[in-house]
T-cell receptor, first 114, second 113 residues
């Protein structure tokens, strides 16, 4: 049981390049999330998908787009990478909309923009 | 939006001793949930404990327990009999009716042998 799988684990981009971060979960969860983690800032929500076919903006959506490809997969795209997007990105999922369900996290993607 | 505040960027504890990590939150909702997550150097986020706001009894999971003070909007984590494997970054988090999670900035815990 892999849980939440993120690819790639590391990536270096040049300013202006585009990139898609992939996330897949095998727990039959309905809700999926993308966060970024920066030193001293904790985790900040970029986008989330409450259920298949829906996506919503989180706290810091600018510069990103998402696609909920199917129930399992939720991708995050940087169309034109900027140095300010250098961060560690985490994908997470929860079983359903009940708020007592904890989030399950992937191992993170360390992204550096030069 | 909700806010979650962890005022201790770093904490240390002697092995086998007890340590308490602080967390305060701000919400206008009456029904919400609170969590503590652990992030070791491997970066994996691991759920430590959760608390339903409507429950007065403090949650406990083995050596981990919380002190939930609803009126004060405080949600501290107590780690008893600290072990070397407890060394990690700890994040406090809360949820709202919009299915979003809000995280604090984290507390880095060092366990001294």
């Amino acid at each position: 049981n892999a849980g939440v799988t993120q690819t790639p684990k590391f990536q270096v981009l040049k300013t202006g390049q585009s990139m898609t971060l992939q996330c897949a979960q095998d727990m039959n969860h309905n809700s999926m999330y993308w966060y970024r983690q920066d030193p001293g800032m904790g985790l900040r929500l970029i986008y989330y998908s409450a259920s298949e076919g829906t996506t919503d903006k989180g706290e810091v959506p600018n510069g990103y787009n998402v696609s909920r490809l199917n129930k399992r997969e939720f991708s995050l795209r940087l169309e034109s990478a900027a140095p300010s997007q250098t961060s560690v990105y985490f994908c997470a999922s929860t079983k359903n909309l009940l708020r007592n369900q904890p989030q399950h996290f992937g191992d993170g993607t360390r992204l550096s923009i030069l | 939006a909700q806010t979650v505040t962890q005022s201790q960027p770093e904490m240390s504890v002697q092995e086998a001793e007890t340590v308490t990590l602080s967390c305060t939150y701000d919400t206008s909702e009456s029904d919400y949930y609170l969590f503590w997550y652990k992030q070791p150097p491997s970066r994996q986020m691991i759920l430590v404990i959760r608390q339903e706001a409507y429950k007065q009894q403090n949650a406990t999971e083995n050596r981990f327990s919380v002190n939930f003070q609803k009126a004060a909007k405080s949600f501290s984590l107590k780690i008893s009999d600290s072990q070397l494997g407890d060394a990690a970054m700890y994040f406090c988090a809360s949820t709202n009716t919009g299915n979003q999670f809000y995280f604090g900035t984290g507390t880095s815990l060092t366990v001294i042998p």
